[in-house]
């Protein structure tokens, strides 16, 4: 049973234009989310990440929303460039559970120029 | 450049034959974790080390293991690999295992992956 999904498998963009990544978590004991980003041929890298007792967290270009009680956060990039184009995998993770993350299946983000 | 390595990038196996994935880390952190993931899936986590503590998944295989010599390298052993356990495998690090509550926790570093093919 996954217990973080993303919905959506892929999402294409225009250059400038803002991005919105969704995943959804069933796990009420998750009490921190991340997204990392992984290009091709590459480890994925950590992007950005929020804490259970926050409802946004935003660093540059990449913000991060946590709706709790919906069990639901989403990513915006604005203005979205052509080097964002990767996978996007969003992850939870339990301090009872030691920090193991638990991952999404990944979005693919295309940015158009 | 502090990094995680894994070798070989790209590995070729028969059905049963024993094969042993590398990483190694130059961060000097306590934690190494190895991750499944096969295409189109949500990486998976096997099991992790936190220095020589190894912490298997309920769920992994008892097919996998892993050792960790030292601090900068682990290895994942498959004993007998089986068609279905092709897939990219991922090593990460960590410094620690802490957090607290509504604080931040410890980011994990990955490699860039192995890509496994069983014939």
């Known amino acids: 049973d996954q217990q973080v999904k993303q919905n959506s498998p892929s999402l294409s963009v225009q250059e400038g234009r803002i991005s919105i990544l969704n995943c959804d978590y069933t796990?009420?004991?998750?009490?921190?989310f991340l997204w990392y980003k992984k290009y091709p041929a590459e480890g994925p890298t950590f992007l950005i990440s929020?804490?259970?007792?926050?409802d946004k967290n935003e660093d540059g270009r990449f913000t991060v929303f946590l709706n709790k009680s919906a069990k639901h956060l989403s990513l915006h990039i604005v203005p979205s460039q052509p080097g964002d184009s990767a996978v996007y995998f969003c992850?939870?993770?339990?301090?009872?559970?030691?920090?193991?993350?638990?991952f999404g299946g990944g979005t693919r983000v295309l940015v158009k120029p | 450049d502090a990094m995680v390595i894994q070798n070989p990038r790209y590995q070729v196996t028969q059905f049963g034959k024993p094969v042993t994935l590398s990483c190694s880390q130059t961060?000097?952190?306590?934690?190494m974790y190895w991750y499944q993931q096969k295409s189109s899936q949500a990486p998976k986590l096997l099991f992790h080390?936190?220095?020589?503590?190894?912490?298997n998944e309920a769920d992994t295989p008892d097919n996998f293991q892993s050792r960790r010599p030292n601090t900068s390298f682990c290895f994942l052993d498959i004993r007998s690999p089986g068609l279905g356990d092709a897939a990219m495998y991922l090593c990460?690090?960590?410094?620690?295992?802490?957090?607290?509550?509504?604080?931040?926790?410890?980011?994990?570093?990955f490699g860039p992956g192995t890509r496994l093919l069983v014939l």
């Open positions: 990460a690090t960590s410094r620690g295992l802490a957090g607290a509550i509504g604080g931040d926790r410890e980011t994990q570093y």
């Open positions: 796990n009420s004991m998750f009490d921190y």
């Open positions: 929020i804490s259970s007792i926050k």
């Open positions: 992850a939870a993770s339990a301090i009872a559970a030691g920090n193991k993350l638990t």
């Open positions: 961060l000097n952190h306590n934690v």
């Open positions: 080390y936190y220095d020589k503590d190894f912490n």
